[in-house]
Structures are given as C-alpha cells and as structure tokens.
C-alpha cells in the first residue's frame, strides 16, 4: 500500500519514515517538507541513508494518489490540506487540528478557529479501537496525552479514583517541540538542567481531560535534559478507603490485558524513558502514596513512538485492515 508523509523533514516525521521504511505493506511514495523541499531524506535524516528519496514541496497534488497519508505538521498546519486531500486517501493527523472535540477549548488553547474532530487515536481506550478501524480521518494523539491517559482512564472508568482533582506532572525530551531553531533548546541550554514550561496552560490539558475522563486537571509539563521519551506521574485521590497498590495494578492489568504494547510492570519495577526508547511501548507502575493516601500510575513512553508516530503507523494499520502490531514493536533499544 501506498503512504504518504507531510512534514518528513521533522523529528515525528523522520522517525514515520523509519518505521515505514520497515514495514512489511507499505510504500513510501511521497515525502513532503517546506524548507527542505528539494533536498535529500538523507541529509535530514543520517539514519535513513538508504532510504534514496527527495522531499518534495508540501501540497494536496504529493498525495493525491496514496492510499493513506500521515500528516506531521505543525499544529494549525493541518486542517487546511487534509480539506484538499480526495475522500479516498485515508488520513492520520499527528497534529492537534483534530483532536478535541470541544471547540472553544480549542480556541482558548490554540487562539484560531476550531477545525472540527476526527476519530481519536488512542486504539487502548474502550471501544477506540473498532472507531479507528471505520474511519479514513483519524487524529492521533499528543505525546502527553498519550502517557498520561492511559496511566489514569482506567482509573476513572473503574470508579476507583475521582475525576476531580486529578494532577499530573510530566518530564519531555527535546524533540517534542519539534525541530526548528529555538535558543532554550540549545545544547548548552538544555544540559545539565530540567525546566517547567507553560504550567497550568499546556495545550494537552484539554485533550487528556477528553480522552480520560478528568474532571479539574493540574498539569505541570518540564523538559528534560534528554533527546526523547517522556516519564508522567498522574496522581488521583481514591473513590473508597483503604485502596492499595495491589487494586490499582489490578485495574492497569485487567485493562490492558492482551495489549500488544501496554505493559503493567512488576511490582516494585518503576518505569524509565530508556526502556521504551525506539518502541511503540508504553510502561505502567502503581502505588497509593503512604501520606496523603492519592493513588499514583508512573507511565513511559517514548514521545516519538507511542507518542507520535508509533502510535500513528498503530492507527494506520487499523485503518486499512492490517495487523495491529505490523511494523511496530515493544521492545526498546539500550543504551
């Protein structure tokens, strides 16, 4: 099957490209970029040397013909060629455009007008992964969003933790703002040192409370001195008494039993950025805070994987009636 990819020259881009290069049923056709149209995949991407292809400029005219495109652009870029694309092209939006189906949460977060809302791309949520699979317009996830639901939806849907009162505090590398020049991402910048950014603002705070099921969320982002992964903490205050550890892990094992990319760890193994890295993985702990008694999921993923385009390539195969995991994997890489 043919695939196409808008924004290829970005870090969620490139790593779409690496994992489609792989896959066992598809073909890259087209690879768009706007400032490095013209220019070799591999000048962009060192680690795709083989991969003998042009980006080519980014317009509805490159991707006509595929039968599915992924669009990596940045948020706000989207919506405008996904309206250009033929009803036949299936389409994954990694951007934001179509997420949230609140339109004035949308406009608060983002300040331009609401887009409208695709299918949600998360196919671990109850009942997401048939929608996914009915749809040719499915908006994938944030990177966030992504650590963070899944750590606390099962809560919630069990009834063992409040939807109200729910915080989470999440750690990012540097690749999830993306690739253009910025002076807070220098290397001198960024290493040696961890730093809080747009706290009790941050885009994803509508999403996860959507995708959820929260009520009132206290998000606090950071970045960390680290090329990619994310490590959230998600704590929430218990529905009972006399909660434990041992009932939370229960509901993260009944939940997602079977999931061929979610792993509830041992008991007393906590989650690491490192051991997801390079997969489509997501890693789960619980515990029950021995002082203020809230409940507490440790999630990590790898932002460019099961945040970004690992999660999208897990939609795309849905979409077109392809194994769920082909292409994919949930073993990392180390060190």
Sequence with gaps: MSVGVAGASGYAGGELLRLLAAHPDFEITAATAHQNSGGSVADVHPHL?????????TDAKALAGVDLAFLALPHGESAALARELPAAVKV????????LRDAAA??????????????YGLPELPGQRAEIGASSRVAATGCYAVAATLALAPLLASGIASPDDVVVVAASGTTGAGRSLKPHLLASEVMGDV?????????HTPEIKQASGART??????????????????????????????DVRAVLAGAYEGEPFVRVLPAGVWPRTGATLGSNAAHLQATVD????????VGAI????????????????LMLGLPEIAGLTAIGVAP
Aim: net charge neutral; glycine share 12%; charged share 20%.
């Design 49 to 57: 040397r083989d991969l003998d292809m042009r980006f080519t400029p």
């Design 92 to 99: 994954v939006d990694l951007g934001a455009d179509h997420r």
């Design 106 to 119: 949308w406009e608060r977060y983002y300040g331009t007008p609401h887009a409208g809302s695709w299918t």
């Design 195 to 203: 730093s809080a950014y747009r706290v009790g603002q941050h885009q």
């Design 217 to 246: 969320l206290s998000f606090a982002p950071m970045l960390a001195p680290m090329p990619r992964g994310i490590l959230a903490t998600v704590t929430a205050v218990p529905t009972r008494d006399g909660t434990t550890a041992d």
């Design 290 to 297: 021995g002082d203020s008694g809230r409940l507490v999921v």
């Design 302 to 317: 790898d932002n460019l994987g099961k945040g970004a385009a690992g999660q999208a390539v897990q939609c795309a195969n």
